[in-house]
């Protein structure tokens, strides 16, 4: 489960695509029953409504679920994560949305089992090597059969 907003420049757009990579690569590894969802959740209400928050999850993932919620349900969901965020406000009317990095591991109930989190950003390489996401995802599907 990964929190961001569809407006995001950097982060999320890298984030998604590298957890589309590492969904290919688990794919190969698991049955469909036992694989891993994507699921992206805009803190992003305000410009982002449901089906734009599944139109973007969308087009890094045919599979990848996108959902977004009011504000208030938001920060608690986002609590519960150890995840959090905030509007900054920029020039003028603009604005951006501060968020968490990390991902947030969900056992098949939606029960919050841990979170991974990016590679430090003067480490180079990506933020979430996707072949490491994917055998930690494999390892993690065994151990719990």
């Not at 977004?68 to 995840?83: D, K, M």
Request: hydrophobic residues 40%; glycine residues 6%; contains cysteine.
């Amino acid at each position: 489960m990964f929190l961001g907003f569809t407006h995001c420049p950097d982060i999320c757009p890298t984030t998604l695509a590298e957890l589309g990579q590492a969904e290919r690569l688990w794919a190969q590894a698991l049955p469909e029953s036992q694989r891993p969802n994507i699921v992206f959740v805009s803190a992003d209400p305000e410009r982002d409504s449901p089906e734009l928050a599944q139109e973007y999850a969308g087009f890094f993932s045919d599979s990848a679920i996108g959902a977004t919620a009011e504000v208030p349900v938001l920060e608690r969901f986002g609590r519960s994560l150890l995840l959090v965020f905030a509007k900054v406000s920029l020039d003028g009317e603009d604005y951006t949305i501060d968020h968490s990095a990390q991902l947030s591991v969900l056992d098949p109930d939606g029960n919050f089992i841990g979170f991974i989190r990016p590679r430090p950003a003067n480490e180079p390489g990506p933020s979430f090597p996707p072949q490491r996401l994917a055998d930690d995802m494999v390892a993690l599907v065994e151990a719990t059969r």
